[in-house]
């Protein structure tokens, strides 16, 4: 049936396909009878499984020219591929193609060339000499991204004619990638965005034109990450914000536009960031847990949407092992209960003597946009400001 739905979607149902009795998936081996068996059917009824067992390469597999679409998966589970040459006609695969730890030194994807439509998902896994994804020329559909541990992969391209991915794009392991630049068309992902111990990436560069992020953002242990920048488009998160073991993010302003979110937030062990900011448009009612933990540096945490979901018990939270300001849902409420936050400094602060600007901490320091302060009159009223730019 999803052979006949295959032909039928691409370029009219064969009659020379056959339509039951086929295997659970054809090795490239069995590709030579099955083009004698059916020598007008254009479309593999199941799995192509690539070879193994001494094959580098596709040559010894003409009949596989015959092929123009496959309507279920198409994998390799350590193959000993250096090359996906020989697949150049295939246009459609119904379900998943896997690469998955292959032998060979495959440094490509050329050879899918003239694919434009994976159903599922493009899994790449341990591909250990994979320096580029070039080879995905034509591609105008795929479910789901996965890469894993493809430690030497420095560029990622062949999306560009793709907007919205339905699934997830899953990053893990691949420590030599230096950007996202591949995903820039991309403006919407219907399930996760999982960014998980990519060692190269300083900025989330590439994912600037998203709005909509459908499941969970998943950013952690990437030990060089500044910003979450690229993603100030992003207005929907659909379930949790997660943020764990970031060394260097220093910043969560690129945040700041996300309005519709459902979920929890946990920010954990996050050691250079010093303040929430970015976090205060999501609604507090829609906040399903709330976890701030061993970020020793973060002193602000006093942001309204945050008071308010810890003074009117929205949920549950766990504050804690943070700096001064941030080490309790007390010490938050303290900073809340000070002053409101202005958004602007009005000509009529200034009607007072101001005496003295310190930082949350006390320590005496100057005017700095964006950065929450404590501004000292001369009749000792105090006032928290942070002048927005």
Known sequence: MVCLICLSTLK????????????????????????????????????????YGGTSDLAGFPGLAQLDSISGNLFCNECDLSSLVGLENLTYVGGHITIDEPHG??????????????????SLKECGDLLSTHGLDNLQYVGSINIYE??????????????????SI?????????????FSNFSTVGGDINIDEMDGLHSLEGLENIDAIGGNLIIRKNPILENLDALSSVISIGTNINLWDNDSLNSLEGLFSVVEFNGEVLVYNCESLTSLYGLENIEEQNIT?????????????????????????????????????????????????????????????????????????????????????????????????????
């Open 12 to 51: 009219g149902y064969s009659q020379g396909c056959p339509t039951s009795g086929y295997p659970d998936y054809y090795n490239c081996s069995d590709i030579a009878q099955f083009v004698i068996d059916y020598p007008s059917c254009s479309c593999l009824p199941n799995s192509l499984r690539l070879p």
């Open 289 to 389: 847990y709330l976890t701030i933990m061993n970020c020793e540096n973060l002193n602000y945490c006093s942001l309204d949407n945050i008071c308010s979901y810890i003074t009117n018990d929205f949920g549950p939270s766990t504050i804690e092992l943070n700096d001064g300001g941030c080490n309790s849902e007390n010490e938050i409420t303290d900073m809340c209960a000070l002053v409101e936050i202005n958004d602007t400094i009005t000509e009529s602060a200034f009607e007072k003597q101001l005496v003295l600007i310190t930082d949350l901490l006390g320590r005496e320091t100057t005017l700095k946009p964006n950065t929450p302060l404590l501004y000292i009159y001369e009749d000792n009223t105090v006032e928290k400001k942070i002048i927005l730019e």
């Open 105 to 122: 030194t495959l440094v490509n994807l050329q050879g899918l060339n003239n694919v434009s439509y994976i159903g599922e998902a493009l």
């Open 150 to 167: 493809c430690d030497e992969l420095i560029e990622i391209v062949g999306f560009e004619d793709i907007s919205e991915i339905p699934g």
């Open 170 to 182: 899953n990053l893990e392991e691949n420590y030599a990638l230096p950007n996202l630049s591949g």
